[in-house]
């Protein structure tokens, strides 16, 4: 037999502080809420103390912004504020292992994938719209599109440093200034990010990041000096939000939770599907909202097709987010954990099939096996709720009708798969999926230059490419 | 069609004609290019450190084809070839033996004399390689002349015109002809992927090869370029595997040509491990034809062993 040594990154690396500190105005302070503790959910060790805002830090935050927004950056010239977003890329891709270790052991998830695309990918969405910035005036908004003033974004914690950048990165380049609050359990990239803004010498308000939990986050979408929220996260807040926001006059984009199908037609390449299967559930430990959970495969290829997923989720390496060689992490919170284990039993019980890949977990820390349900029908709770972690329902099919009714079958519309070899399969099927985004013959593919939004509860308006340039600006 | 050793029905009846053989080889699952080589660039990854490194290197070893197919070879060149693998490292007893030598047909004798009762086998290239353009009389006496002079092991080519013609049934009916020639002598069948361009057709070509009872099947000659790559050796260790799944038989591949580097072999084992299965890293299921990449294994062996890099003379050049 051969086995992998360990080949874990040094968390060295990450040049964990003690403690963080919020980041207003240009400079680090502490708030006045009640500090929390980041931990490690691979170990259940605390990582560092994090001060949190409170409603006056959130106050002090939003007049900060407001007046980087009047004296500086709305009256900048694009071209000038692309040099500070290129400078930010640039300092993210310097920084990029200090970033990805820091990221594996805040929120859990392997380092190959922190490294390979989080923050490759985050470098990238500022590169993207750095190049934005002066030419606005042929993004089809008008000849000269203003900002909308100052953003408070509300961000999650399955990728803490990317949707940081996903957020602020179309912000500054449309001339708006930033609030931002990253998630409760993973605000320590988020906070290097600060600091890579404050070395970029970008003017004093522009960003800002304050960390805190629920509470913090809604005195920030509240706050009367708020012209746009941007929030990505569960249904359920995106729908207070919603509330709240209803009779003002701020701008709202929402990407929520998702249920997405990944089709599979008995035409498709078989072996890069149950690849797209694996990617597509258990990428990120399967905490993505656009995670292809429900798999629907033609019933004349599924047995074959359930049989190499079973082959291929065995071979699955679960453990030590920073050990180069894992595929799945650990689960980012106790909380999540629980609620996964709550839905799997509700799985059971319902009925489906269910196969546990025969991997050995660690001791410590969250970490759930890879599953697979087969046997599942539309009406269970597994084939209906975001279970947000590495948990595959699969569902069968008999005709492109029936794959069409069931994809659609879900109060959600985030993202979809079609497997198929037959191209004109792919454009009738894209046609007719309620989904954002359409992967065909891949799955989970991001890039700066393609707008990502849902349908219905998945939330709505776009993030990236010349679509996402409008949720930032006055159109 | 004769098929060449007992089949399961499904696929027999696939060999039972020529429609039956392109229907078969049709209806298999297509290759998606952008997948498979993603999927090959991501287990690229893998970090393969200390003792899992030592034992990778020393699997690898054992599992190189030392080869020489130059028209400037020699008995000579041949000979040292031989003693190159009986000792690759002459300072370290330890370094386990490769496992075969791979030389044109005429040079299987000298090979032989010299690697008499030391485990490793002469393998022949047989079958008018390269190309592959010549009569079926000469392809069968060419691989009769190489088992007798004692080739253990006969890595023929297929013809790459007929293949990409669709006269799938003719590159069958080759590759059973010459198998029966081989007698006990293993046989490889080399596809050639480099001409056949396509995943599907290296997909197709792999299960022709192992319908018709190639023992191995092999990725190139090393004469065309590209020669054997990563996502290429993935569609055939996936070909394996499935045969396996359906037959329950274990079929070797061996991929050869530009393959040099211990860090290039390592991804080719992890491939091995996880897209076909650890029971395929076993000389007798994998191979590398190779030349350059037993002195880089070598070297990379005493840098694990000793702490530190040493340099390229310090092994021997042949």
Redesign the interface.
Known sequence: MWEYAPAPESRDIANLKPSYKMFVDGKFVEGTGEPLKTINPATEEVLAEVSTASQSDVDTAVKAARKAYDRVWSKMPGSERAKYIYRIARQIQERGRELAVLESLDNGKPIKESRDTDIPTAASHFFYHAGWADKLGYAGYGPDPKPLGVAGQVIPWNFPLLMAAWKIAPALACGNTVVLKPAETTPLTALVLADIIQQCDLPPGVVNIIPGAGDVGAALVEHADVNKVAFTGSTDVGKIIQGQLAGTSKKLTLELGGKAANIVFDDAPLDQAVEGIVNGIFFNQGHVCCAGSRLLVQESIADELIEKLHARVNTLRVGDPLDKNTDVGAINSREQLTKIKELTAAGEAEGATRWTSSCPLPDKGFFFAPTVFSDVSQAMRIAREEIFGPVLSVLTFRTPEEAVAKANNTPYGLSAGVWTEKGSRILWMAQRMRAGVVWSNTFNRFDPTAPFGGYQESGFGREGGRTGLEAYLDV | MAAPTTLPSALADAVRDESSLRRFLHGL????Q???E??AAGLG?????????L??ID?AISMVDLTTLEGADTHGKVRSLAAKARRPDPERPDVPKVAAVCVYPDMVKTAADDLVGTGINVASVATAFPSGRSTMDIKLADTRFAVEQGAAEVDMVIDRGAFLSGRYGQVFEEIVKIKEACGDAHLKVILETGELVTYDNVRRASWLALLAGGDFIKTSTGKVQPAATLPVTHVML?AVRDWKDQTGELRGVKPAGGIRTTKDAIKY?VAV??VAG?EW?DPHLFRFGASTLLNDLLMQRRTQLDGHYSGPDYVTVD
């Open positions: 699952p297509g290759v998606d952008v997948g498979v993603q999927r990854t893998r970090s393969i450190k200390k003792a899992s490194k034992h990778a699997l996936q084992l491990h996880e650890p890293l």
